[in-house]
């Protein structure tokens, strides 16, 4: 026990003083614009794809080491794309050791408790889970939000469109008149069209911030009528209609699942609602499912079985439309 207390108190000041020396080696700012000004003044002997990636180029944290091994890892990109879909502005390095000192403090004071020496592992595990859990979250939400009002965007964009303007011009109005998220991703769009990116790659650029059905199918019609022609009121009418329809769809879904939700959140709650009365009323009786080998061993097989049990349901309920 006190191995692991040295131990994880050892490894919550070392991430804390990473934390606090982040700020102490920053990259030279000016450096970094020099390189990207010669990289503009040398566009035309580049290929497009690769000019754009040199601009696109952000730091993945404040410290060069850690960044560059940052930078090599396919899974950090995907962390820091759901950062930018949760809308939090910071860096995954910075994120990554912020989950550690979580995971560290949490794992350090589980040990002070001296309950068992299967409780230090569980702490750091649910500390390094939390950041994630709160992330995943935030992205749900804002992703949902963006989903349920976009239909809204896509019919101002018709009437820009039958009002005379250019489709550059109504995805600008869409980012002045609609709020967030809608109005920041199409301010995107509309500002990396504005400095010399092509239509189509600031189109892909935001199917790829927003990993939506909807804005991919968006996305395909505007490129399939700009390049082949067409009506293009007509074709955004249509396309409203289709998304309003779905979660018309979508929402009879969840009213013939609603029976099998209430049925999850009622055998995930019984349990953890019967455990906290017995703490209350009678600790004793629970006193062998943490202090004996055997009660810890059905205590983690039965927290198993109930994450199995939930996962299955929301399974068979996750009825994609």
Not at 41 to 57: C, F, G, M, V, Y
Not at 122 to 139: D, T
Not at 245 to 260: G, P, S, W
Request: aromatic share 8%; no cysteine; proline share 4%.
């Amino acid at each position: 026990m006190t191995l692991v207390l040295v131990l994880l108190l050892f490894l919550a000041l070392f991430v804390g003083l990473l934390t606090l020396g982040a700020g102490w080696f920053q990259k030279d700012e000016g450096r970094v614009m020099r390189e990207r000004l010669m990289s503009l003044a040398r566009a035309t002997q580049r290929a497009p794809s690769e000019e754009l990636a040199l601009l696109r180029d952000e730091l993945l944290s404040a410290i060069p080491a850690f960044d560059r091994l940052l930078a090599s890892s396919v899974r950090i990109t995907r962390l820091q794309a759901a950062l930018a879909q949760a809308n939090i502005q910071m860096r995954p390095g910075r994120f990554l050791l912020i989950t550690a000192s979580l995971g560290a403090a949490i794992g350090l004071f589980a040990s002070l408790l001296k309950v068992g020496l299967w409780l230090p592992p569980v702490g750091v595990a649910l500390g390094l889970a939390i950041p994630f859990v709160i992330v995943s979250q935030l992205r749900k939400w804002r992703l949902s939000k963006f989903e349920s009002r976009f239909p809204e965007a896509i019919d101002l964009l018709a009437r820009a469109v039958r009002a005379g303007h250019s489709l550059v011009s109504a995805l600008e109005m869409i980012s002045n008149e609609l709020t967030e998220p809608l109005a920041g991703e199409f301010r995107k769009v509309f500002e990396e069209q504005k400095f010399g990116m092509p239509l189509r790659d600031a189109l892909l650029n935001f199917g790829e911030r927003i990993p939506l059905a909807d804005v991919r199918l968006f996305i395909t019609s505007l490129l399939l009528q700009h390049e082949t022609g067409g009506n293009l009121t007509e074709l955004l009418d249509k396309l409203s209609y289709l998304i309003r329809e779905r979660f018309k769809l979508i929402r009879q879904v969840r009213v013939y699942t609603a029976h099998a939700r209430v049925t999850m959140m009622m055998l995930m709650s019984l349990p953890v609602a019967f455990v906290v009365l017995m703490t209350l009323s009678h600790p004793e009786y629970l006193q062998p499912l943490y202090k004996e080998p055997l009660g810890q061993k059905l205590s983690a097989a039965a927290v198993g079985l109930q994450l199995i049990g939930y996962l299955l349901i929301r399974k068979i309920i996750n009825i994609r439309v």
